[in-house]
């Protein structure tokens, strides 16, 4: 389903002279359909770069990111066109970032329906309807619904950002520590949604901090240590 | 999926002065300059591609006298390019000019009138652009109505009703010429008017610069609520880079008349190659 081959990441900042950041450093693992895969490391080992370039907020620096499509077939998410990656992103790969991005003057509610109504066209009222009840299996209280999420506590934000990500069950979820600011019984919520997801066929890449965690949840794991350079 | 895009741009090109032939080659973000150091003629843009996709937000940044506002104005037929090809698929163009595909910037004035009329919308920052300032903004907006060929004179009335329903605007005032409204609402005068023939294809050039932050949070709203409603597509010239987070699909960067970056538009914001954008992006407060 989703193949990393020699994935590298180097940051070249050209501002006040030329610096290099290596974001990540010669990446390779497998992930086949319905599998959960779960990145494991340090902080600042670059996790969170594999998730980006593979969702192509980065481009790679060099290495291949090979995608089997259900609209494109067989492709490389390293070589395609801006607008096939768009494609992707509103039908088949999801991402879940570590922090909400609140879209000003938009509500938790509409920023969960966005995404299913791009994916399948359904109504507003349709959309609404599933968004509440995933919204409501999430714990977030109703009138928090039609609320703006700039104002909701980091584990709010949290759970209103994982809802958009689960809500259009998309082929691939990456979800980029989705827990971290979670309690024990709203992780345990989450795992479930997650399991659910995968049981129906999404194929989920993860980062994770907690270790137990990860391998309750996981096929595989992927550990990445410090980088030699 | 849409995959053909409804707006090509090829090759186009802006020259103020009489050009040497070396202009091209002598200016440009690697010259730092825009300025042809043989004739003095001024590259407001060169070489520049791009497609619009069918319902999608394209950004366009650059600092001042970066061209990115020439592109608009050539696009809407206000100035004339040295050279360059454009062209729009849609099924207004195909009742206007026919089949076959046509380069848009050799049509007659009269077809680039009504393409203007019936296809383009523009939305320009300075309201005395695109409106006439002591007419009333009813009839600002039924002057396009009836250039669309519109005769009936409570249809029109109708139409225009609808139109400042669709912005917001307190239909009181509809007999007010632009001039005794705020900022905000000649804004929303023009946006009213750019939408009066629904046309497929909206420029919107620096529409909130100038305005104060909650009447530009409300331009901004409307405009996304209008994209959602009307799937029409939009280019939206912007140096405003939070705009274009908020807005846009993909973006593309300009710096002295050139294409310095296009890529998605968090890529852009992520991940800039170029170190122009670089700079751009971190100057954001």
Redesign the interface.
């Known amino acids: 389903m989703l193949e990393v081959i020699n994935l590298s990441k180097i ?5 006040n002279g030329s610096k290099e950041v290596v974001g990540c450093q010669d990446i390779n693992f497998k992930v086949n359909k319905g599998e959960f895969l779960s990145i494991l490391g340090p902080s600042g080992v670059g996790k969170s770069t594999i998730l ?1 370039c593979i969702y ?4 790679p620096t060099s290495g291949d990111i090979y995608y089997e499509s259900l ?1 494109f077939g067989k492709l490389n998410i390293a070589k395609i066109s ?2 096939t ?3 992707l992103r509103e ?1 088949e790969i999801g991402y879940v970032s570590q922090f909400l991005r609140v ?3 938009v509500t938790a509610i509409d920023l969960v329906i966005e995404p299913i109504m791009k994916k399948n066209g359904i109504s507003y009222k349709e959309a609404r309807d599933i968004a509440e009840e995933l919204l409501f299996k999430l714990k977030i209280p109703k009138y928090l619904f039609d609320a703006y999420p700039s104002t909701f506590s980091g584990g709010e934000q949290q759970k209103v950002n994982i809802a958009r990500g689960v809500i259009w069950k998309p082929r691939v979820l990456l979800l980029d520590e989705p827990t971290a600011s979670l309690d024990i019984e709203s992780t345990k919520i989450v795992i479930d949604l997650l399991m659910t997801l995968k049981e129906e066929g999404t194929t989920i890449v993860a980062i994770f901090h907690d270790e137990k965690l990860a391998s309750l949840v996981s096929d595989k794991i992927l550990r990445i240590s410090g980088r030699s350079i | ?1 849409e ?1 053909f895009p409804i707006l090509e741009v090829r090759n186009l090109t802006k020259i103020y002065g009489k050009p040497c032939g070396e202009c091209i080659s002598h200016t440009g973000p690697i010259y730092e300059t825009n300025i042809c150091s043989r004739c003095n003629s001024l590259v407001a843009c060169a070489d520049i591609n791009f497609e619009l ?1 069918p319902g999608e937000i394209l950004g366009i940044v650059g600092e001042s006298g970066s061209g990115k506002s020439t592109v608009i104005k050539l696009l809407a037929f206000d100035v004339e390019p040295l050279q360059g090809e454009y062209y729009i698929k849609h099924e207004k163009i195909i009742n206007i000019l026919g089949n076959g595909q046509k380069n848009l910037f050799n049509l007659t004035p009269f077809e680039k009138r009504q393409i203007r009329n019936q296809v383009i919308g523009i939305v320009y920052q300075y309201p005395y652009l695109g409106l006439k300032m002591n007419i009333s903004a009813g009839g600002n907006i039924a002057e396009n109505l009836l250039v669309a060929g519109l005769r009936n004179l409570k249809r029109i009335r109708e139409k225009v009703l609808e139109l400042f329903e669709k912005t917001e605007l307190p239909i009181q005032r509809i007999d007010e010429p632009p001039i005794k409204f705020s900022g905000g609402m000649q804004q929303r005068v023009q946006i009213a008017k750019a939408l009066s023939n629904n046309p497929p294809v909206l420029f919107l050039d620096e529409v909130t610069t100038g305005l104060d932050v909650s009447v530009k ?1 409300r331009i901004l ?1 409307l405009i996304k609520n209008l994209h959602h409603d009307y799937n029409f597509s939009i280019i939206i010239v912007s140096h405003d880079l939070s705009i274009i987070r ?1 807005l846009t ?2 973006t593309i960067v300009m710096k002295l008349g050139r294409v310095v970056e ?3 538009t ?2 852009i914001l ?2 800039p ?1 170029h ?1 122009y954008t ?2 751009l992006v ?1 100057s954001q407060l």
Request: charged share 30%; glycine share 2%.
């Open positions: 940051f070249y900042i050209k501002i980006k192509r907020t980065y481009i609209l801006d607008r990656m768009i494609a039908k879209i000003p003057r | 999926m995959l996709y949070a709203d908020v699909h993909r296009a890529g998605l968090d890529q992520e991940d190659q170190p670089q700079l971190n």
